[in-house]
């Protein structure tokens, strides 16, 4: 099993600051196979990349994803109001599925 | 627009079956480009995926539990479900259900999820 280790636990920053999220595998992921998730107090996660890099329908270009092997980042440039969630990300490999443990982004 | 809504008791005896459906809309569960998922998340915690079944009825389980799930679908009422087995109170946590994509490699549609309680 391909474990995901994010970090940080919490990031406190201010509207408008950037915003850089980590995600390191246990082994190699496969770049298609390594998404990002929002989610928001009592709502369900909300899809936000694919692919490491592909953003979802509807979101805002200020969401990047980048990364390879076992090193993937989410960065959001600036961040707006609406965006104080937690995040997760999701790596698929031999048809298994895990989630990091989450970055909770507060203000 | 495609939509997923969890149903199921809301309460479940310790030792008991948990048993949840999930109702697709505006897709069908056979089509060839989607697994569905089941995914959980504990009070607080983070989200842990529990399974999914494709079209074809093929499954693959989280081996962290043990063989006590089971994922199946049913075409005709186009719904798809999730069972699990001799539950105990770790297996309080709303669980979702999500539409995989094989095309984006990523879960982007879920249903609002329900809470399941495992208390006697």
């Known amino acids: 099993e391909i474990v995901l280790t994010q970090s940080p636990d919490t990031l406190s920053l201010s509207p408008g600051e950037r915003a850089t999220l980590s995600c390191r595998a246990s082994?190699?992921?496969?770049?298609?196979?390594l998404a990002w998730y929002q989610q928001k107090p009592g709502q369900a996660p909300r899809l936000l990349i694919s692919?490491?890099?592909s953003r979802a329908t509807g979101i805002p270009d200020r969401f990047r994803g980048r990364g390879s092997g076992t090193d993937f980042t989410l960065t959001i440039s600036s961040l707006e109001p609406e965006d104080f969630a937690v995040y997760y990300c999701?790596?698929?490999?031999?048809?298994?599925?895990?989630f990091g443990g989450g970055t909770k982004v507060e203000i | 627009q495609v939509q997923l809504q969890e149903s199921g008791p809301g309460l479940v005896k310790p030792s008991q079956t948990l048993s949840l459906t999930c109702t697709v809309s505006?897709?069908?569960?056979?089509?060839?480009?989607?697994?569905w998922t089941w995914v959980r998340q504990p009070a607080g915690k983070g989200l842990e995926w529990i399974g999914r079944?494709?079209?074809?009825?093929?499954?693959s389980y989280n081996p962290s539990l043990k063989g006590r799930v089971t994922i199946s679908e049913d075409t005709s009422t186009n719904q798809f479900s999730l069972r699990v087995t001799s539950v105990t109170a770790a297996d309080t946590a709303v669980y979702y259900c999500?539409?995989?994509?094989?095309?984006?490699?990523?879960?982007?549609?879920w249903g609002q999820g329900t809470t399941v309680t495992v208390s006697s």
């Open positions: 079944v494709s079209d074809s009825g093929s499954t």
């Open positions: 692919g490491t890099s």
């Open positions: 999500a539409r995989y994509s094989l095309f984006y490699y990523g879960m982007d549609v």
């Open positions: 082994q190699s992921v496969m770049s298609h196979y």
């Open positions: 999701q790596q698929y490999s031999s048809a298994q599925v895990t």
């Open positions: 505006g897709v069908s569960v056979s089509s060839g480009t989607y697994y």
